[in-house]
């Protein structure tokens, strides 16, 4: 484990059991991040931990990063850049409304909000950009959007590490993919055997395979496991939602007592029951899937499900 402040649960696994996976003789675990962290949950904490770890040690009082109005990476750096007695500054997406929850959360936790035009937003990759936000706030470090970085590419490691700490048999593992730095750390750490399966959650799975692939190249230590990006179950693009998805989550969290949001994890157990269903996972099978958190997101997205919903009937 990297050293934190403060513990954190193990991320418990749970097996799925489903008439529907009985029946295509695949075994589905479940990897529970969203149950590591009341509040810094899933992904995030190993995107951001190595991260927060490299601004205390090199002297930052404060970290700034990026994210939309209900972004899971603001909320998450709000809380834990407090575990590092960092201060924290969020570069946020669109106009200057902070009263929606998650933005609530972030300001409660001791974050600064900065309200960015789409079009200044629009340069949060821009090198220039981040020095002109130093001159704004003094020096700070910057983590991108999303953690999407080496560190945040080396803090995912662990969670392999986590699954193969349960002893359980397994030949696949599969998460949500939007920048690709949890599924390039998941690719770099696993046995050579297991294949990783990358789900899109946006358009464009071509941008995350050379995401990657960068990552890979820069890391590479030896023979790696197989892997692949599925496009084709964004329903859209990033943060789309339709009623054969929200249906489908609503019988999968029924019969198994596993809560899903529509932007990641929806969109990944959508995409798993339907590679079973057409083969593309075969018979005898053993699947870990990453619950990669993100629940607090549910508080954004539900006038929208609502919607659809009253829409279907």
Request: hydrophobic share 40%.
């Amino acid at each position: 484990m990297i050293d934190s402040p403060i513990p954190f649960e193990k991320a418990p696994l749970q097996r799925v059991s489903d008439s529907f996976l009985d029946d295509h003789q695949v075994n589905l675990y479940v990897q529970r991040e969203d149950l590591i962290h009341p509040v810094i949950s899933g992904n995030k904490w190993y995107k951001l931990k190595l991260n927060l770890k490299h601004a205390k040690e090199r002297g930052f009082k404060t970290v700034l990063s990026f994210g939309g109005a209900y972004s899971n990476h603001i909320h998450a750096l709000s809380a834990a850049s407090g575990l590092f007695q960092l201060q924290s500054i969020g570069v946020i997406r669109g106009g200057c409304d902070g009263g929606n929850p998650t933005l609530r959360d972030a300001k409660a936790h001791g974050m600064q909000l900065h309200f960015a035009s789409r079009e200044e937003y629009a340069k949060r990759c821009n090198k220039l950009y981040w020095q002109q936000l130093q001159d704004i706030f003094g020096g700070c470090h910057i983590i991108p959007e999303g953690g999407n970085n080496i560190q945040g590419v080396l803090g995912s490691r662990e969670i392999m590490r986590s699954i193969q700490s349960h002893g359980i048999a397994f030949d696949r593992v599969a998460v949500a993919a939007a920048t690709g730095a949890t599924l390039a750390g998941l690719i770099q750490a696993a046995p050579s055997h297991v294949k990783v399966l990358g789900v899109s959650t946006l358009k464009g799975e071509d941008t995350i395979t050379s995401n990657v692939l960068g990552y890979l190249n820069d890391m590479a230590t030896g023979r790696m496991a197989q892997w692949q990006v599925f496009g084709g179950y964004h329903c859209g693009g990033y943060a789309k939602v339709n009623a054969r998805l929200l249906d489908f989550m609503e019988r999968f969290s029924a019969g198994t007592g596993i809560p899903l949001e529509p932007i990641y994890t929806g969109k990944l157990f959508y995409a798993l029951y339907d590679m079973v269903l057409n083969r593309q996972i075969p018979a005898g099978a053993n699947v870990v899937a990453v619950h990669t958190g993100g629940l607090q997101g549910l508080r954004g997205m539900q006038p929208l499900m609502d919607k659809i919903k009253a829409r279907v009937g």
